[in-house]
């Protein structure tokens, strides 16, 4: 794989975006919801590419205030595992912060021990569990949190 690029997500995006969420979720996000989020100040749409690869992974993060929330984060089945999504997630983080975010919460599927770790080795801290947060199947979240300096 070339040079990892990863900039704001533009509406040509979408439609890779799309596909990109449709295989690593259950209950995938639509064209539109992607749409009208590029619209939204509080939001920030990120995607990481690379030459000869195309659009690998994409990132969507709220910023309201001090606090901060990564609603979804993927990365392309045939990249998993390249540190994609390491990358992908300190860019976030990096933007969280120069928003004036001082905590950053995300969930993760209980089951989804990769990205746990991933999380926790970027200094994410378990603080609770969502009971039956997930659907297709019925699991629990982890909400984890890190603090920005």
Same mark, same amino acid.
């Given at each position: 794989?070339?040079?990892?690029?990863?900039?704001?997500?533009?509406?040509?995006?979408?439609?890779?975006?799309?596909?990109?969420?449709?295989? @690593?979720?259950?209950?995938?996000? &639509?064209? =539109?919801?992607?749409?009208?989020? %590029?619209?939204?100040?509080? /939001? #920030?749409? *990120?995607?990481?590419?690379?030459?000869?690869?195309?659009?690998?992974?994409?990132?969507?993060?709220?910023?309201?205030?001090?606090?901060?929330?990564?609603?979804?984060? @993927?990365?392309?089945?045939?990249? &998993?595992? =390249?540190?994609?999504?390491?990358? %992908?997630?300190?860019?976030? /983080? #990096?933007? *969280?912060?120069?928003?004036?975010?001082?905590?950053?919460?995300?969930?993760?599927?209980?089951?989804?021990?990769?990205?746990?770790?991933?999380?926790?080795?970027?200094?994410?801290?378990?603080?609770?569990? &969502?009971?039956?947060?997930?659907?297709?199947?019925?699991?629990?979240?982890? /909400?984890?949190?890190?603090?920005?300096?």
């Amino acid at each position: 794989m070339g040079e990892l690029v990863i900039r704001p997500m533009v509406s040509a995006d979408i439609p890779a975006v799309v596909a990109i969420e449709e295989e @690593a979720f259950t209950t995938p996000w &639509r064209f =539109d919801t992607f749409r009208s989020l %590029l619209s939204r100040a509080e /939001v #920030e749409l *990120a995607v990481a590419e690379s030459p000869g690869v195309g659009l690998a992974a994409y990132a969507v993060l709220w910023c309201i205030g001090d606090h901060g929330e990564l609603a979804n984060i @993927a990365v392309r089945h045939d990249l &998993r595992g =390249d540190g994609l999504g390491a990358a %992908l997630l300190d860019y976030v /983080v #990096e933007r *969280a912060a120069q928003r004036g975010v001082e905590r950053l919460f995300l969930e993760v599927r209980v089951s989804n021990k990769r990205a746990a770790g991933m999380y926790q080795r970027r200094g994410f801290e378990e603080i609770g569990r &969502r009971r039956g947060y997930y659907d297709l199947p019925k699991e629990d979240a982890l /909400v984890l949190v890190k603090r920005l300096p």
